[in-house]
């Protein structure tokens, strides 16, 4: 009986020794160096890592992992697994620019998991050694870099006494609307949310053979969940290959994704919305000659909303390579629910909803709402009032309610967090309900995704979605980065706004645009105002033009309203630099 990754993959390691399990493009090109990583090679490095925990009596404890991107992580984080260690993935801190940010965070996430020892590579570990004035915790934990571990360590690993119910690792939510916490996933949820993402992805026995075990392309981070449990773990779930690069070698260069989807030919690859819209940005038309996508099934697509006018406009460009419509897979998922929660089907289109008749973007395509699909096998989806916890019927909009095997145990000591957030019940239901925070509807089985419970906009009684105000912002004038926008409302008694200070709740909308279109702000935020005016019939206080990538956002891409609104308010913002009259 399998009870866990661990099980998984000592499994593959001894049917398949040989194959690759992970190859690391170092440079992030394909024609550069490569690193690979066996099943046989892969299970020796994590029971060294494992044997050197149990060894030090660990069992049981919280691991930090502070990792550069690479397979070092991935073999330190198995490693956790095989020892009965709890994994806390965790972000190594970069550069000065981050470093104030990652050492915060670091911080807090060392106190709160109290974290008894840290993995990561050996430059982190000796940078880690000139940051003890800033970090006088790390005075009480253990740090080691596990390449340094020996090989023969592994002959003493021993195999751990895991349950469904052992917690494997925690997840530390990225942030979007409060404080980082870090979510219990069990290694029974683990198994289970491998299962549902095997499932809607269509990654059966016949498929992975079809494709020779080439089934993922990844740059996506693997501290955080969409990376980690989807491409990385579910290669260890079914014992395929899945090759990986650098986020930041993504970002530096976008046509390396697909250069990479191109050559190795995978199944599965995806990302946030914007990754798409970052690909359509270096769409040269000598890249697209050269360009194979044929074999790219699911084109997952999620952490974000999920635009209509980036799938039409990547299927339009892309199909000269072999992109095809029905590859496109808006999906759903949360830490909470460990990952997935809905996805599309596979070699169908996703669903699309026009925008009402009688709404403000009527007839426009672009505006179209875009389903995340249906609820994996044994996962129950129900929408509810979040103030009465009744469920409503189809079509109405409410707080998205998950129930199955994939949610987690609970929130790391924080019981009162848990009982609000993973004990809902729901009448005509059995069981408890996770309440995800989340708004959407259902329509014929569908997952619909509108928006965030807390970021909702009340204004003179009545409720925007920010992800609306945003669309039409990005709608109205092309300056406006797509997916870089927040809206949010503030006190109108809050400075000299443009009411005069008006009391009640007031629109605020921030927008990145290029600096080249500076010259143009005046008209563009005239363009912008009149268009939300017009569209939703809600003056807007103040838009606020800032420079490109300076929107605060979560790991996974999400606009952070909450902490636009702060530096709106403290003058924070990095405002583009007023035109030079010459």
Not at 333 to 350: C, D, F, I, K, Q
């Amino acid at each position: 009986m399998v009870r866990s990754l661990v099980d998984l993959l000592s499994q593959h390691a001894a049917h398949h020794p040989d194959r690759t399990a992970y190859r690391y493009l170092t440079t992030g090109d394909r024609d550069g160096e490569i690193q690979e990583m066996s099943y046989g090679r892969l299970v020796e490095r994590s029971r060294a890592v494992a044997a050197w925990l149990q060894e030090r009596g660990l069992a049981g404890t919280r691991a930090m992992l502070l990792y550069p991107p690479g397979l070092d992580f991935i073999c330190g984080y198995l490693g956790c697994l095989a020892a009965g260690v709890v994994a806390v993935p965790g972000v190594p801190p970069q550069g000065r620019v981050q470093n104030h940010r990652a050492v915060t965070r670091m911080k807090r996430l060392i106190a709160d998991a109290d974290a008894k020892v840290i993995l990561g590579g050996r430059e982190v570990v000796s940078a880690l050694a000139g940051l003890a004035e800033h970090l006088p915790e790390l005075a009480d934990v253990t740090c080691v870099a596990t390449e340094d571990i020996p090989d023969e360590a592994a002959g003493s690993w021993r195999e751990p006494e895991l349950t469904a119910d052992s917690v494997a690792f925690l997840q530390y939510t990225s942030g979007s609307t409060s404080a980082p916490r870090g979510v219990m996933i069990t290694h029974g949820n683990l198994l289970d949310n491998e299962r549902v993402i095997t499932e809607r992805m269509g990654h059966t026995p016949e498929v992975i053979a079809e494709h020779g075990h080439e089934m993922f392309v990844s740059w996506l981070p693997v501290y955080h969940d969409m990376g980690l449990i989807g491409p990385v773990l579910n290669t260890v779930y079914l014992g395929v290959t899945a090759t990986l690069f650098s986020p930041l070698h993504f970002l530096q260069r976008p046509e390396r994704w697909l250069q990479a989807i191109s050559h190795y030919r995978p199944h599965t690859s995806g990302g946030p919305n914007f990754a798409y819209e970052l690909s359509l940005k270096h769409a040269t038309p000598q890249l697209l000659d050269e360009l194979d996508l044929s074999s790219w099934k699911v084109a997952f697509n999620g952490a974000e909303p999920v635009r209509a006018a980036t799938l039409r406009r990547f299927t339009d460009t892309f199909a000269q390579a072999g992109f095809r419509r029905e590859a496109h897979y808006p999906c759903y998922g949360l830490a909470e629910a460990t990952l997935m929660v809905t996805g599309s089907t596979v070699h169908t289109p996703p669903t699309l909803l026009e925008a009402p008749e009688t709404g403000p973007h009527a007839g426009q395509f672009d505006a179209a709402a875009v389903s995340c699909g249906r609820p994996g096998p044994d996962v129950t989806v129900a929408i509810a009032d979040p103030e009465r916890g009744e469920e409503l019927p189809d079509g109405r909009t409410g707080e998205i309610w998950v129930r199955g095997a994939s949610v987690a145990k609970g929130y790391w000591r924080n019981a009162l967090a848990t009982r609000e957030t993973f004990r809902a019940t729901l009448a005509g239901h059995e069981g408890r309900f996770l309440r995800t925070g989340d708004l959407g509807f259902l329509h014929d089985g569908e997952l619909f995704v509108t928006g965030r419970l807390k970021d909702l906009l009340v204004i003179d009684g009545r409720n925007h979605y920010p992800q609306d105000l945003e669309l039409t912002a990005e709608m109205a004038h092309p300056a406006l980065r797509p997916g870089c926008t927040a809206a949010f409302s503030v006190d109108g008694g809050h400075g000299d706004g443009g009411d005069g200070g008006a009391g009640g709740e007031q629109a605020v909308l921030i927008a990145e645009i290029a600096p080249d279109a500076a010259a143009e702000a005046e008209k563009i935020i005239d363009v912008v105002r009149s268009g939300i005016g017009e569209a939703h019939g809600l003056p807007v206080r103040d838009v606020v033009l800032v420079r490109p990538g300076t929107i605060p956002k979560t790991s996974s891409g999400k606009i952070q309203r909450r902490a636009s609104r702060a530096a709106y308010l403290q003058g924070a913002l990095a405002l583009i630099p007023e035109p030079t009259v010459s």
